[in-house]
């Protein structure tokens, strides 16, 4: 059975930092690539970042300098650090895996996390 389980997400104040992580399971974690998206109310699900299984990270212009995606293959787990984090970073966060290379297209990515709430107040 396939899993992504996201975790980490809250409410926090403007500044601060946050850590999601996404554990997946019933798929062979290093050969994916992982990707972390996310859906402001009544907005399109946009792309945050991606690292496929060479360790090359892609990054949105609007968290550039901001976000980090990583991944542990031992783990089978992918991180999104979220430093300085801004009201505009309010939404929920999803992960996602396909297999195959980088793409930001959401709809190239074949399985999907429940989602973790992320909160930024002002």
């Known amino acids: 059975q396939v899993q992504l389980v996201e975790s980490g997400g809250g409410l926090v104040q403007a500044g601060d930092s946050l850590t999601l992580s996404c554990v997946v399971s019933?798929?062979?974690?290093?050969?994916?690539?992982m990707g972390w998206f996310r859906q402001a109310p009544g907005k399109e699900r946009d792309f945050v970042a991606s690292?496929?299984?060479?360790?090359?990270?892609t990054t949105a212009d609007s968290v550039k300098g901001r976000f980090t995606i990583s991944r542990v293959n031992v783990k089978k787990t992918v991180y999104l650090k979220m430093d300085s984090l801004k009201p505009e970073d309010t939404g929920v966060y999803y992960c996602a895996a396909r297999r195959g290379l980088y793409t930001p297209a959401s709809s190239s990515y074949d399985y999907w996390g429940q989602g973790t709430q992320v909160t930024v107040s002002s």
């Open positions: 690292i496929p299984s060479n360790y090359i990270t």
């Open positions: 019933g798929l062979p974690f290093s050969t994916l690539t």
